[in-house]
């Protein structure tokens, strides 16, 4: 179910690398709101309150600036390759009754019988729901399933009013499998005496 955070910002009227590097300085980060075909809006939020909002999947935001407030989800986060600190964000503006895609995780519980093992195969959906109602992940039962066992598109349950927007619903999710042991390697004609020729030149190099 969607979260409904709210975060007051401030209308943002200076662009370019400078001006966005001066903001996160100051702790803010500078985002847009897109609405459509119309004007989008374009903002600067405080930086701890929103990176924290970030964590929480599919959210629904009531942002607050220059007097007026928005509803919206967050379209793109744009972050630091390196820090991974949060540089940009764009935001698409939403209404009630309104439906959009967005992605949600896939989790698993339960216990598989044996030896076996759940490997989720499909690490993201994406789904269609009211932005009211936005899951922010799907979880998928694998309680006594066996090996060869599968989830796919079509045995995935969701939230009543949301639905999978995907193009085979035979895909495979989630699959049952036994993990292969490593096996042993047996030591070959070829690595016999790669080993040999090898020794030498150890020896020579430890006098």
């Known amino acids: 179910m969607a979260n409904t955070i709210k975060l007051e910002g401030e209308v943002r009227d200076q662009f370019g690398k400078g001006a966005a590097r001066r903001m996160r300085v100051a702790q803010q980060i500078p985002a847009t709101i897109y609405a459509g075909g119309a004007q989008p809006d374009y903002i600067k939020l405080p930086m701890r309150e929103t990176t924290l909002a970030l964590r929480r999947a599919n959210a629904l935001f009531?942002?607050?600036?220059?007097?007026?407030?928005?509803?919206?989800?967050?379209?793109?986060?744009?972050?630091?390759?390196?820090?991974?600190?949060?540089?940009?964000?764009?935001?698409?503006?939403?209404?009630?009754?309104?439906?959009?895609?967005?992605?949600?995780?896939?989790?698993?519980s339960g216990e598989t019988k044996g030896a076996a093992v759940a490997l989720i195969d499909t690490q993201n959906l994406q789904v269609r729901a009211d932005v009211s109602n936005l899951p922010d992940r799907i979880d998928i039962s694998v309680e006594g399933l066996s090996e060869g066992d599968k989830i796919l598109a079509k045995d995935v349950k969701l939230p009543e009013g949301s639905e999978l927007v995907i193009d085979d619903m035979e895909e495979s999710i989630v699959s049952v499998e036994i993990p292969k042991e490593e096996s042993l390697e047996t030591p070959t004609e070829e690595t016999e005496q790669a080993d040999a020729e090898a020794a030498p030149e150890d020896d020579a190099q430890s006098e």
Request: a positive charge; hydrophobic letters at 40%; charged letters at 30%.
């Open 62 to 108: 009531s942002i607050s600036f220059g007097g007026k407030t928005k509803t919206a989800v967050v379209k793109d986060v744009q972050r630091n390759p390196v820090k991974r600190q949060v540089e940009h964000i764009d935001f698409y503006e939403v209404r009630a009754g309104e439906k959009v895609t967005v992605e949600v995780p896939v989790f698993v």
